[in-house]
């Protein structure tokens, strides 16, 4: 019968009940706070770089800032004690990544849970990807999306991508207050260094990263043609992805994850990938990579719009695999690059800076 009653229940109630009861406590530093609001504490290793890089940003660039991180899982548990203790001096920075729009509807209701819970401060959403199309549904979640940012007086919404830069430009066009910035993903603002990797392992193999979900556009006859041509260079060739599971995780751990992958990157002379991060954190420790596009436009377009002129990186799609053998033996043949800097200018990322000071 209990069971039966549950059913009944909306899940907006069971949610707003389950946050209530798990409510929690959180001490902050008396000082002015930059929060990294749906910091990611799961194991998608994409995903654990952006809050780490963002995390880094932010304490470079603010000074006598206390950087605050609000893990996803916790969101709703810590949003009211933070709430009553918030100053209208402090920073609310939404964690940047792949997630707005429809195809990740938990992640964006959150964003904007927290959007309309601080209307007093500024609220910078770090760069993302815009997923939409031309269904109803996805119609609908662009309307809210549009309802929701459109009514906060002082937030700043950056594109990593042009094409997300365009479409975010059409949806707030009406609305001045929603300021639409456009810069490189966080992740391109650090190096393999600051995320934790080394330089101690020497150079081997072929290292494959593809994905196996909604976002994989890679067909069977494709991917038999791609591994026929790996397998014609003579290399070693082991599998890997970004996603390691696991929930709740603790920030080391958190951190090791990233290290260890951009380590294990370093240690591959070519990394194959169709993963946005698996790209990114591939031209992060210098390692060379074979790109392919994925079901969505954030691969190709991160590529295109920052990532073309690396000498480190070639992205191909399936419709030119007759160049694969040429494309990885000259990529087999480059030098590693320095895992110490980060791969972009840091001028490129000036107009994030400059929406995290208040004028």
């Known amino acids: 019968m209990i069971d039966e009653i549950k059913k009944l229940v909306p899940r907006k109630i069971k949610v707003q009940v389950s946050a209530c009861l798990n409510r929690e406590n959180v001490n902050l530093p008396e000082t002015t706070r930059a929060f990294i609001f749906l910091a990611a504490d799961y194991g998608n290793i994409g995903d654990l770089a952006i809050?780490?890089?963002?995390?880094?940003?932010?304490?470079?660039t603010l000074d006598g800032y206390a950087v605050i991180r609000v893990p996803i899982s916790r969101t709703r548990t810590q949003l009211q004690s933070i709430k009553k203790q918030?100053?209208?001096?402090d920073l609310v920075t939404i964690v940047g990544g792949g997630n707005m729009g429809s195809l990740y509807p938990d992640i964006e209701e959150l964003r904007q849970l927290v959007i309309c819970s601080f209307p007093e401060n500024r609220v910078v959403c770090f760069p993302q990807t815009l997923d939409w199309d031309t269904g109803a549904v996805s119609k609908k979640a662009l309307r809210r999306?549009?309802?929701?940012?459109?009514?906060?007086?002082?937030?700043h919404v950056f594109a990593r991508e042009s094409i997300t830069r365009d479409k975010l430009g059409e949806l707030f066009s009406q609305h001045p207050n929603v300021k639409v910035g456009y810069t490189p993903d966080i992740v391109l603002s650090a190096s393999g260094q600051i995320l934790g990797g080394t330089d101690s392992n020497e150079a081997s193999g072929i290292l494959k990263c593809l994905r196996d979900d909604?976002?994989?556009?890679?067909?069977?006859?494709?991917?038999?043609?791609l591994d026929s041509a790996l397998a014609a260079c003579g290399e070693p060739?082991?599998?890997?992805?970004?996603?390691?599971?696991?929930?709740?995780?603790?920030?080391?751990?958190?951190?090791?994850?990233?290290?260890d992958?951009?380590?294990?990157?370093?240690?591959?002379?070519?990394?194959?990938?169709?993963?946005?991060?698996?790209?990114?954190?591939?031209?992060?420790?210098?390692t060379p990579c074979l790109v392919i596009p994925n079901a969505n436009h954030k691969i190709r377009?991160?590529?295109?719009?920052?990532?073309?002129?690396?000498?480190?990186?070639r992205f191909l799609e399936p419709a030119e695999f007759n160049k694969l053998p040429d494309v990885l033996t000259t990529l087999l043949q480059q030098p590693h690059g320095d895992?110490?800097?980060?791969?972009l200018d840091c001028a490129l990322f000036k107009s994030l800076e400059e929406a995290l000071h208040f004028s």
């Open 51 to 60: 809050t780490a890089a963002q995390e880094s940003f932010l304490s470079r």
């Open 86 to 89: 918030i100053n209208p001096n």
């Open 145 to 155: 999306i549009v309802k929701v940012y459109g009514q906060h007086p002082d937030i």
């Open 214 to 225: 909604k976002e994989r556009s890679l067909d069977a006859a494709n991917a038999l043609r």
């Open 237 to 259: 060739i082991s599998v890997t992805d970004t996603h390691a599971g696991g929930a709740r995780l603790a920030e080391d751990v958190c951190a090791n994850l990233v290290a």
């Open 261 to 286: 992958k951009v380590n294990q990157f370093r240690s591959a002379k070519l990394v194959v990938t169709d993963r946005l991060h698996g790209m990114i954190l591939s031209v992060l420790a210098g």
């Open 301 to 313: 377009q991160t590529w295109h719009d920052w990532l073309g002129t690396q000498p480190l990186v």
């Open 339 to 343: 895992i110490s800097m980060p791969p």
